[in-house]
């Protein structure tokens, strides 16, 4: 058997993400989403996923990305720039983590809201994954888990992408970073299935990420089907790409993003290979 999940990313942070994700789960393939606390739209998420029950809900921690953190600025000031906001970007955490300037205590705690807020909005929860994927950096993993465990979920995303898999994108330093990832990921793996989590196996759309055009998207569905087991598609999928530009500079095509999620090419391919759709808390 072959168990796809489609998860769509940052649910919550803006109005047209959040109709881009119900639109890409209602006509498309998308079966879950990861909903961000930190988001300014996180209320119309919480109703409008209240309003679609089959789409599965994550909590999207963050940590990076310009947000606001949930906790007040004076409680974690190591995770912060001069303007009370997360750092912009993943190497920016990193580096500041290296040289000893993160206190991961306050990382703990900035989380363990993220986490409560979103479990408290009344959805199921399904899993945990996290923004530019910092949940899997090794001092973070183990908060995560402690997490997870506090809140009884036992799912998380491990952005472990196959190593040579470029899926027609030639940046290499995008590359680079794709690889250092996957490894940090498999050792995150190791940890998180050993605190009895469960992950797929196979995660696809890194080295895509914001830019997951339908045709991209065909490049990996034959991988899918060629492989037994449990597999995750990522997507950032939105209905506005000048508003959402405007706002987060990330260059992501959201609506490229969406009209592949959508794209009937991409469903019969699904359904001539028997993949079976799921969301996180379908799978075991």
């Known amino acids: 058997m072959i168990r796809l999940i489609v998860n769509a990313d940052d649910f919550g942070l803006h109005q047209a993400v959040n109709e881009g994700i119900i639109k890409g789960h209602r006509e498309g393939i998308i079966t879950s989403t990861s909903l961000l606390a930190n988001g300014d739209a996180f209320d119309e998420a919480v109703a409008m996923a209240k309003e679609n029950p089959r789409l599965g809900i994550g909590v999207h921690t963050a940590l990076v990305g310009g947000l606001k953190p949930l906790c007040d600025a004076d409680e974690v000031p190591s995770l912060l720039d001069e303007h009370g906001r997360f750092l912009t970007s993943y190497p920016a955490f990193i ?16 989380l363990d809201l993220q986490f409560e807020k979103v479990v408290s909005s009344g959805l199921t929860i399904t899993h945990a994954d996290g923004h530019q994927h910092l949940h899997v950096l090794p001092q973070i993993t183990p ?13 998380m995303r491990i952005p472990a992408e196959d190593r040579f898999f470029r899926n027609g994108i030639n940046q290499w330093g995008r590359f680079a970073g794709k690889v250092g990832l996957a490894e940090v990921a498999d050792k995150a793996y190791t940890f998180s299935s050993r ?3 469960w992950s797929p196996r196979y995660f696809w759309g890194m080295m895509s990420g914001g830019q997951l055009t339908e045709e991209r998207l065909m490049e990996i569905l034959p991988r899918v089907a060629s ?26 095509h ?4 969406l009209a592949a999620m959508c794209a009937e090419p991409v469903k019969q391919f699904i359904k001539f290979h028997q993949i079976q759709l799921v969301n996180y808390g379908e799978c075991e």
């Open 227 to 252: 492989t037994r087991g449990s597999h995750e598609i990522m997507t950032h999928p939105g209905n506005n790409d000048c508003a959402l530009n405007a706002l987060f500079p990330w260059n992501y």
């Open 95 to 110: 580096k500041k983590a290296v040289s000893g300037d993160i206190n991961f205590q306050e990382v703990y705690k900035e």
């Open 195 to 197: 605190m009895g989590i």
């Open 254 to 257: 959201w609506e490229g993003e």
């Open 143 to 155: 908060i995560m888990t402690s997490l997870l465990k506090k809140y009884g979920i036992k799912k």
